[in-house]
């Protein structure tokens, strides 16, 4: 189902304020990796925000979820704290991990294998 228009401008303004809050916490530095948030998804309600986390050289994904999820009392008060006055309801933070780099590299091996290049052959 496609997104609505007030879903995309509610998610572009969580989007944006929960980076600077990450900054802020030091969030978006754990374990000697990278946390960024590629995408925030609304439901229609506007009640629930589905946050996508992309790690970049972090060690164990699951722990570093899971250290966010811990915390997210504390993100959700920060974000309330910015965005009351554009909101009615606070939605309810649900973080997830997002893959699509992983995806993005099993499909280059596979295409690699698929059609190696005129490079990769000549050095066979």
Same mark, same amino acid.
């Given at each position: 189902?496609? %997104?609505? @228009? ?10 944006? %304020? ?26 229609? $309600?506007l009640? %629930? ?6 790690? &970049? ?5 699951d ?12 993100? @959700? ?5 910015r965005?009351? @006055? ?8 649900? &973080?997830?991990?997002? $893959? ?5 590299? @099993?499909?280059? %091996? ?7 290049? $005129?490079? $990769?052959?000549?050095?066979?």
């Amino acid at each position: 189902m496609q %997104e609505g @228009k007030r879903q995309k401008q509610v998610g572009s303004l969580l989007n944006e %304020e929960l980076n600077l809050i990450f900054q802020r916490l030091g969030l978006s530095m754990i374990d000697g990796g990278m946390v960024s948030i590629s995408s925030v998804k609304l439901t229609p $309600d506007l009640l %629930e925000a589905r946050i996508y986390l992309s790690l &970049f050289q972090v060690k164990d994904a699951d722990s570093t979820l899971k250290k966010i999820e811990e915390r997210g009392w504390e993100i @959700k008060r920060e974000l309330t704290a910015r965005v009351a @006055k554009q909101l009615r309801r606070m939605p309810e933070l649900k &973080f997830y991990l997002d $893959d699509t780099l992983d995806h993005v590299f @099993k499909m280059e %091996e596979l295409f690699k294998k698929i059609n190696p290049t $005129d490079n $990769d052959q000549n050095q066979q």
